[in-house]
């Protein structure tokens, strides 16, 4: 298996946000999306979920949110929007490819839906992110149900 067609999306994902001017948001720009990619990673062989398709959507998830600075209401939708586009453009990737990666993306803030499996990696993956990232918040609820899910996953 071959992640060339990740590593292509890397680079652009990347060099978008060697761009961004505000330090700050540059910064977890890099760090949350590595943390994301990093999470996908292990949730998708651990799952038996396709690889290269998890990590692309990990790096593309938030990408309007750092790009464009977006509300974050909005940020899934366009990011979905973004990757869409995006990854068409390359063509490097079949249409249902490009699909399910942006519907992935478009879904992966609705923690409390369940969806898909590859929905259901991305949104896991971002939690468990997040939690690596500052592991003295408060978990409450579905978010808190799948970080321990994936916790669980990863043990399994």
Avoid: W
């Avoid at 600075?69 to 249902?96: G, I, Q, V």
């Amino acid at each position: 298996m071959s992640l060339e067609r990740y590593n292509h999306v890397r680079d652009h994902v990347y060099g978008a946000y060697h761009k961004i001017n505000n330090e700050l948001l540059r910064t977890a720009a890099f760090t949350h999306t590595a943390g994301v990619d990093n999470c996908i990673t292990l949730l998708a062989i651990s799952r038996g979920l396709p690889l290269e398709l998890a990590k692309i959507a990990a790096l593309l998830h938030d990408f309007a949110q750092y790009t464009q600075n977006c509300p974050h209401k909005d940020h899934a939708r366009l990011s979905s929007l973004y990757a869409h586009n995006y990854l068409e453009s390359t063509e490097l990737f079949k249409m249902r490819e490009i699909d399910e990666i942006g519907y992935m993306i478009g879904q992966h803030s609705y923690k409390n839906d369940i969806d898909s499996p590859m929905c259901e990696l991305l949104k896991d993956a971002d939690v468990l992110a997040r939690f690596l990232d500052d592991p003295y918040q408060t978990y409450t609820g579905k978010k808190k149900e799948r970080l321990l899910n994936a916790c669980a996953d990863l043990n399994s």
